[in-house]
């Protein structure tokens, strides 16, 4: 079973939704998402904040913070899932921020440079990825690890829950 379809029927059977904030990965996840027949269900919209204008504008970080922590950063990671989590009134918000090249690394961000931003209003996480390949790979690998470190990330928090209150799953 592909990961996308998981993820939808775990957040499906629990009533979570889901709302993405992408850069480099352009459109990318959210098209994965909804491949699946009936995401609806709990994919409430993604935006594609290229810029870092979009990003201000659409998610709320201020300009002088993308410029002073750079786009490509887990600080902004972190903005753009909170925002885009805000905006869109869901459960978790999800972020992609990075460089796919094959132009317009730096030393502090390299080509292939990826941030993971993932909230659930609680609690942010940020996994920093560096990839290696063509532009198009580098978005493929982008996408595929940014919806596994979603599930992950969902799970281990859950799993993290239920152990503290000392119940089983």
Not at 145 to 156: C, D, G, Q, V
Request: proline share 3%; hydrophobic share 35%; net charge positive.
């Amino acid at each position: 079973m592909k990961l996308e379809k998981i993820i939808g029927d775990r957040l499906k059977e629990r009533g979570w939704t889901l709302s993405i904030a992408e850069s480099c990965t352009g459109g990318l996840i959210s098209d994965r998402l909804t491949d699946v027949p009936g995401s609806s269900d709990y994919f409430e919209g993604g935006m594609v904040t290229y810029s870092n204008e979009s990003k201000a504008k659409h998610l709320g970080i201020p300009l002088d913070y993308i410029k002073n922590y750079g786009a490509v950063s887990p600080q902004v990671a972190r903005k753009m899932a909170q925002g885009v989590r805000k905006a869109f009134n869901t459960t978790f918000g999800l972020s992609t921020t990075g460089v796919a090249g094959p132009t317009g690394g730096t030393k502090r961000a390299p080509i292939g440079r990826v941030f993971i931003g993932f909230t659930n209003g609680r609690r942010t996480w940020v996994r920093r990825e560096d990839f290696k390949g063509s532009r198009r790979e580098i978005k493929r690998k982008a996408v595929e690890r940014s919806l596994k470190f979603f599930y992950e990330t969902l799970i281990r928090s859950r799993r993290s829950r239920i152990e503290k209150a000392g119940l089983s799953m």
